[in-house]
T-cell receptor, first 111, second 117 residues
Framework: GQQLNQSPQSMFIQEGEDVSMNCTSS?????WLWYKQDPGEGPVLLIA?????ELTSNGRLTAQFGITRKDSFLNISASIPSDVGIYFC???????????FGPGTRLSVLP | GAVVSQHPSRVICKSGTSVKIECRSL??????MFWYRQFPKQSLMLMAT?????????EQGVEKDKFLINHASLTLSTLTVTSAHPEDSSFYIC?????????????FGQGTRLTVV
């Protein structure tokens, strides 16, 4: 089946630093979603992207739908302790199809 | 965003018994619901997809007789783990998707931690 790769697998950053992570695939997607999962909880939708090149912000989070439609990026500015968690990207090949999830990026924020 | 409620959040059951997990969309009609399983430090593994009023579509390797899914209404889907064994212990998460004007993103429930002893 389709696979998504997320990079980095995990990262440790200092509070206040900016964070960048990405999601790549060999396939072209028409929708990208970014979720955050706290320990013991279900994923929470952060940002949804529907058009190539689209740049969308949600507070300190900004995500972009790559021009090639094979990748997406998520940036977090001025990280805080509550940003800790696992960030998953999910891609949809075509309208109506199921989303494919990446393996996640585990973020740790050091005070 | 839309709210999806999953119940119970934690359950411990004896080996050989069955456990039912509920997933409800509280403020929208969920045309499709998904059930995932997540092992520690791993991503979400899709188990099955269910559309209201239809039989669920199971992913390869998922036993349909063991993981019974019912999606009887546009706001409720249930997953029943039958004759549970310790290896069924896991984190089970549902998500629901409705038709929206823009996009078809799915919203997740809080998850259910199942422990079979």
């Amino acid at each position: 089946g389709q696979q998504l790769n997320q990079s980095p697998q995990s990262m440790f950053i200092q509070e206040g630093e900016d964070v960048s992570m990405n999601c790549t695939s060999s396939s072209i997607f028409n929708t990208w979603l970014w979720y955050k999962q706290d320990p013991g909880e279900g994923p929470v939708l952060l940002i949804a992207l529907y058009k190539a090149g689209e740049l969308t912000s949600n507070g300190r989070l900004t995500a972009q739908f790559g021009i090639t439609r094979k990748d997406s990026f998520l940036n977090i500015s001025a990280s805080i302790p509550s940003d800790v968690g696992i960030y998953f990207c999910a891609g949809q090949l075509q309208e109506g199809q199921n989303f494919v999830f990446g393996p996640g990026t585990r973020l740790s924020v050091l005070p | 965003g839309a709210v999806v409620s999953q119940h119970p959040s934690r359950v411990i059951c004896k080996s050989g018994t069955s456990v039912k997990i509920e997933c409800r969309s509280l403020d929208f009609q969920a045309t499709t619901m998904f059930w995932y399983r997540q092992f520690p430090k791993q991503s979400l593994m899709l188990m099955a997809t269910s559309n209201e009023g239809s039989k669920a579509t199971y992913e390869q390797g998922v036993e349909k007789d063991k993981f019974l899914i019912n999606h009887a209404s546009l706001t409720l889907s249930t997953l029943t783990v039958t004759s549970a064994h310790p290896e069924d212990s896991s984190f089970y998460i549902c998500s629901a998707r409705g038709l929206r004007v823009v996009g078809t993103e799915a919203f997740f429930g809080q998850g259910t931690r199942l422990t079979v002893v």
